[in-house]
């Protein structure tokens, strides 16, 4: 009986091991060498000989991105790739909803419905995107609209806008933090005296003052990350982007969304129902909290997918439209045209690394639901 | 025709003969040709593919492309195999920087300037071209054709319809355009980014002459010198005369607001030449009119597609007989009429060539020639890299300061001003 477990557990790393050595290998290998190119200057003439000349130098390819004067279009990529990111993954979670709660109750024609918004899924954001292009076009597509129904046609500009909205000092980055602390802790203060937890108020009240000192000092202003002022914000060519990457992934927010309105135990809603609920009222005290757990879910799937967004935006408004630009295309053209393959390296860092904040809590808790998996 | 002329003629051909054949012979197996010629270009590479194949029947061409991206994602293709040491026989280039900046300085091309000796092709490529394929270490590649970056379309019709001449200077054309644009004419059309960049250095060397715009790539003078300041400003000036949805719009786009009447004028290369007269069937000087851009009349800024020998290439002897071919008469003579350009030679047959592209070879035979900067010819991929950001620094900001200092420090940066 031992002697068989054991042949078991052997059967199954033999089954494992190829995989793992692969991941070990194409995955953590891979991500292990570009950060080290990260730390290097690979990119100095020259860079495609046999044997190029590379010099470790340390953080400052991260430093050069963050504060360095021609890197302004990376900063811009950053804001631009928040902006998307928090868009794209609020309206294709609302838009997902409002389509599974109508489609699930519907009497009739259900499946086929589903399969018509599940569709734009199958395309590739190339595809998505080349056709958006067109359909964008300042003089044509969605702008000649109104002209159907006799109104002027449409001006916006959609995709070659240059406007920004919401704008902010990158300089100022750190001193935005310390305000967005104060708020957070004065919130959090106020809480804990409501529900009368006097040692948490005393906390988040000390952090509070603490930010408000930091702040009325003027010391947090300056810390700038920059020598000047430079303004970043939200562009409005970014409108068309997210407008295309809604249509294509709002289909499949809807499928998850109807697969957890299924799993709502009926029991549930005729309970509701007999202690006098009405319709409007089980769905938002019934169903909606029972989709939290998929909303999570949700979120984890879309936010990478745009955090990492590159194909769909190269696609519709082309390499070098700064004010679409997000920094895995900068990534791609900083490697393979402007051969700085170190920072392309590090800019990919840096994505790696914002991914993983998003993912990783995602994942440990996910683990810790399980029990911990076998143990 | 007397005897002996006739005996010599016959030994002539002879010779020629038992020349030819071996050559032919000796050549065989395969050739690899990495590009990223497909489509409208696609006829004019297989038109020389299918020259090579008849004269070295042994040999098997092995057609690589990669489309797409203006060549962003060959040349991205490209530099994985170089570095993966997998270099196809030979490749598309940019001639000029974009291939020497990038290649040969990391000692990945062969010189061949035997070849250009071999062949006597220092005589018949304009010296001008040949300083800016080569370095003081040699010569480094084979170009198969001219293009030129520094053209105005329009269309001769409209033109007389709203009562305007032809700028032949950039003041004369910004006198001109609140005229335009009071019909409701975009006085310029415009496209994406790069040809942004392409509208600037026709600006940039109609402000500051070819002599200075040569300086200004061999580090002689500084980006932040006030000519290429006044360069900027003018740049700023004229497209507050283009139109507001440049970024969504293709160069193909662009030409198209002149043929309709939308736009006036357009500053394009001579692909735009191509582009009416064979996909938009226009009748070169009726449908489409063109000259120099303004102020840069007697000038060429010229680019060029060439082909070179990286170092270590499968097939040497194959590539050298393919580089031979492309550099002759009758190879350039083939291609250049299918593909819209011309002979980078000085004595092709003009009479294989349509209206546009005579009068663009007669101006390549007389004019100061000068290189191009939006295609490769007088930077490296670094500083064109970077350049974009300028590009779009300048488009949000409209600050010629601004710009220019940003140009320096990425012409620092990229070893420009150093070289």
């Known amino acids: 009986m031992r002697f068989r477990l054991k042949r078991d557990e052997l059967y199954a790393v033999l089954v494992i091991l190829p995989s793992i050595l692969l991941l070990a290998v194409f995955v953590y290998g891979f991500i292990a060498q570009t950060f080290r190119v990260s730390l290097t200057d690979w990119g100095q003439t020259a860079?495609?000989?046999?044997?190029?000349?590379?010099?470790?130098?340390?953080?400052?390819?991260?430093?050069?991105?963050?504060?360095?004067?021609?890197?302004?279009?990376?900063?811009?990529?950053l804001t631009n790739m928040v902006m998307f990111t928090v868009l794209f993954v609020g309206l294709s979670l609302a838009t997902g909803l409002v389509l599974a709660s109508l489609v699930d109750n519907l009497i009739w024609g259900e499946t086929v419905l589903r399969t018509v918004f599940l569709y734009p899924m199958s395309l590739s954001f190339v595809v998505t995107g080349t056709v958006w292009r067109w359909l964008l076009q300042p003089r044509g597509g969605i702008n000649l609209l109104p002209t159907l129904v006799g109104l002027r046609a449409g001006q916006f500009l959609w995709l070659s806008s240059r406007d920004q909205q919401l704008t902010f000092d990158w300089a100022l980055l750190p001193h935005y933090a310390v305000v967005a602390l104060l708020a957070l802790a004065a919130v959090m203060a106020g809480a804990a005296v409501?529900?009368?937890?006097?040692?948490?108020?005393?906390?988040?009240?000390?952090?509070?003052?603490m930010a408000a000192a930091v702040v009325a000092t003027g010391l947090s202003r300056r810390w700038q990350l920059l020598p000047y002022s430079e303004a970043h914000g939200f562009s409005t060519a970014l409108w068309g982007v997210v407008l295309a990457a809604v249509w294509q992934m709002s289909g499949y927010t809807m499928a998850l969304y109807l697969a957890g309105l299924r799993t709502v135990p009926d029991e549930l809603r005729e309970a509701a129902y007999v202690d006098g609920a009405?319709?409007?009222?089980?769905?938002?005290?019934?169903?909606?909290?029972?989709?939290?757990?998929?909303?999570?879910?949700?979120?984890?799937?879309?936010?990478?997918?745009?955090?990492?967004?590159?194909?769909?935006?190269?696609?519709m408004a082309g390499p070098d439209h700064a004010p679409t630009s997000v920094p895995a295309i900068t990534m791609f053209l900083k490697t393979f045209r402007g051969n700085q393959l170190a920072v392309g390296a590090a800019i990919g860092t840096i994505l790696l690394v914002i991914v993983s904040l998003l993912i990783v809590p995602y994942v440990v808790t996910q683990y810790r639901g399980d029990g911990g998996g076998r143990a | 025709m007397t005897r002996s002329m006739m005996v010599k003629l016959a030994a002539l051909a002879l010779i020629l003969a038992l020349a030819c054949v071996p050559a032919g012979a000796a050549v065989s197996g395969n050739l690899e040709i990495f590009s990223w010629w497909a489509g409208d270009e696609g006829p004019a590479l297989e038109a020389l593919i299918a020259k090579y194949e008849a004269t070295y029947p042994a040999a098997r061409v092995i057609n690589s492309t990669v489309t797409g991206g203006a060549g962003v994602n060959a040349k991205a293709v490209l530099k994985t195999r170089m570095l993966g040491g997998d270099p196809p026989d030979t490749f598309q280039v940019h001639a000029g920087q974009e291939l020497i900046g990038t290649w040969v300085v990391a000692g990945r091309m062969e010189d061949l300037t035997f070849l250009y000796e071999e062949e006597g092709w220092m005589n018949v490529f304009p010296a001008g071209l040949l300083k800016l394929l080569?370095?003081?270490?040699?010569?480094?590649?084979?170009?198969?054709?001219?293009?030129?970056?520094?053209?105005?379309?329009?269309?001769?019709?409209?033109?007389?319809?709203?009562?305007?001449?032809?700028?032949?200077?950039?003041?004369?054309?910004?006198?001109?355009?609140?005229t335009l644009q009071a019909k409701g004419v975009v006085p310029l059309s415009l496209g994406e980014n790069w040809t942004a960049t392409h509208l600037w250095e026709c600006v940039a060397v109609a402000a500051m002459g070819p002599e200075k715009w040569d300086q200004l790539w061999a580090g002689k003078l500084s980006w932040k010198s006030p000519e290429v300041i006044e360069a900027w400003k003018l740049f700023g000036e004229v497209i507050k005369y283009t139109n507001a949805d440049a970024p969504s719009l293709s160069w193909q786009q662009a030409t198209d607001m002149v043929v309709q009447g939308q736009a006036a004028f357009n500053v394009m290369g001579d692909w735009a030449a191509g582009y009416m007269a064979t996909t938009l069937k226009l009748e070169p000087g009726v449908g489409f009119g063109w000259a120099a851009s303004p102020g840069t009349n007697g000038v060429f800024v010229m680019l060029s597609d060439s082909f070179g020998l990286p170092v270590g290439c499968p097939n040497r002897e194959n590539a050298i007989a393919w580089l031979k071919m492309l550099g002759s008469r009758e190879a350039q003579d083939i291609f250049n009429p299918l593909k819209g350009s011309i002979s980078a030679r000085i004595d092709?047959?003009?009479?294989?060539?349509?209206?546009?592209?005579?009068?663009?070879?007669?101006?390549?035979?007389?004019?100061?020639?000068?290189?191009?900067?939006?295609?490769?010819?007088?930077?490296?991929?670094?500083?064109?890299?970077?350049?974009?950001?300028?590009?779009?620094?300048?488009?949000?900001t409209g600050n010629a300061e601004a710009a220019a200092n940003a140009a320096e420090a990425v012409a620092i940066q990229s070893g420009v001003i150093t070289r």
Do not use: C
């Open chain 1, 194 to 209: 409501l529900r009368r937890r006097r040692r948490q108020a005393a906390a988040w009240g000390a952090a509070a003052a």
């Open chain 2, 134 to 178: 080569s370095t003081d270490e040699g010569i480094w590649s084979v170009p198969v054709n001219i293009h030129r970056s520094n053209v105005l379309w329009y269309v001769p019709e409209n033109l007389n319809k709203w009562g305007v001449k032809v700028p032949a200077t950039w003041q004369e054309f910004l006198e001109i355009a609140p």
């Open chain 2, 348 to 396: 092709s047959d003009m009479s294989l060539y349509n209206k546009y592209l005579q009068s663009a070879a007669a101006d390549w035979r007389t004019n100061v020639i000068a290189g191009s900067l939006a295609h490769g010819v007088v930077a490296n991929e670094r500083f064109m890299n970077d350049f974009a950001t300028v590009m779009e620094i300048f488009l949000q």
């Open chain 1, 278 to 315: 009405s319709r409007l009222q089980i769905y938002r005290h019934v169903e909606l909290p029972m989709l939290m757990p998929i909303t999570v879910s949700a979120i984890v799937i879309l936010g990478h997918i745009a955090l990492k967004i590159f194909d769909l935006i190269f696609a």
């Open chain 1, 47 to 77: 860079a495609l000989s046999l044997q190029p000349e590379i010099n470790y130098v340390g953080l400052s390819n991260y430093a050069d991105l963050f504060g360095g004067f021609l890197n302004i279009r990376f900063r811009q990529d």
